[in-house]
């Protein structure tokens, strides 16, 4: 039933029963949690066999002795494997440690203070600004807090960024330096951006002041639920049209893929932007980790054994969407108190209540055993201005515990929208 629509009787009947089902869910004393965007301990276990995987051969195909120091960009098979996975030009990838968002916290911080392929940020007169599509990955906004860079909300819906809103405020503020964009089943939504916004966003250079970079945090490329997923655009296709590679910063990992924290990472960019990546990483590092590159190319093997190795991880994580969906749907679909969507792939499902609700949603929650993501987290310096979006994160719990968890949850967003309702 449709609770907006609902008479004040029967939203105090909901309030009574709804209340009690809390009540029981509190003296529980259950300890769930749903915050944790990593993979499960199952998923990561599928790649044990990277332990002993070279049998002691510690030589690459051309001779390299992985276990010496140089080859500061990555191996080239390891190279060629990102480049055929993530549909790139192996010449454009620089493999560096194990962590993506460590290097765009260094892509940043250099373009800020030496420039990557452009005069330095830092030099020009203002403040250096950074758009953000929201609800967006918490973690890129504490790049841009840690670094002094000041952030801009825009709006998303299904296909991507809100363009005219991006395009408009590009046009009129030469400062602002980047735009954080997670392309494929963007955290926390999901969603696939549309090609038009691929090719939009590829074309910002052109309106741009100078320096400006897409940063193109490609971390669930290939994490997919189904064989049928939305695919993305390629925006070096469309950057090489617009003719402004020179504003793309592309970002990818194994960290989803084999083992979080032991992985491999890379970065994409054309020269000269990779060149005055490299330059800087040559000065901080003698040499990646070549021995666990030499692991995932033995491993993984190529493409095909890349989508392979995805597609266990989707056997272990679809069961889990699918009983939050079950959940959403089962108890809010026709409520009309809040809205999510249903991804095909990534880490994450984000719901948005009526507005005001979500910290208290949260909190509730919390105190009925069910940790959450704290409210505003998704939000640049923590302020979800509407208070609605909430992030679920249901990779890492056992099925039995998202079932539970997500069963409180609804209760807890109809209890507190049936109060809000009754108090209007
Ligand atoms: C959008 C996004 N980018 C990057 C990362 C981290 O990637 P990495 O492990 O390669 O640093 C995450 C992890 O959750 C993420 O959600």
Redesign the pocket.
Known sequence: MNLQSASREQLQAFEAELSQQYDTYQAAGLNLDLTR?KPSTEQVALSNNLDGILSGNYFAADGTDLRNYGGLDGLPEMKQLFADTFGLDASSIAIAGN????LMYQSVMFAQHFGLGAEAWNKEEGEVKFLCPVPG?D?HFSICEELGIAMIPVAMNENGPLMDEVEALIKADPMIKGIWC?PRFS?PTGCVYSAEVVGRIAALGKIAGKGFKVFW?N?YAVHVLNDNAEELTSITDCAKDAGTEDNILLFG?T?KVTF?GAGV?FLAAASPALSAFKKHLAISSIGPDKVNQQRHIDLLKDAEGFKRHMAKHAVILKPRFDIVEKHLSEGLAAAGIATWLKPEGG?FVSFDSMPGLAKEVVAMAAKAGVKLTPAGATYPYGDDPLDTNIRIAPTYPAIEDIDQAMGIFVTCVKLASVRKLLSA
């Open positions: 965007g962590s993506s968002l460590t990955y973690r997670v955290n945090d971390a990992s960290s979080a990472a880490y």
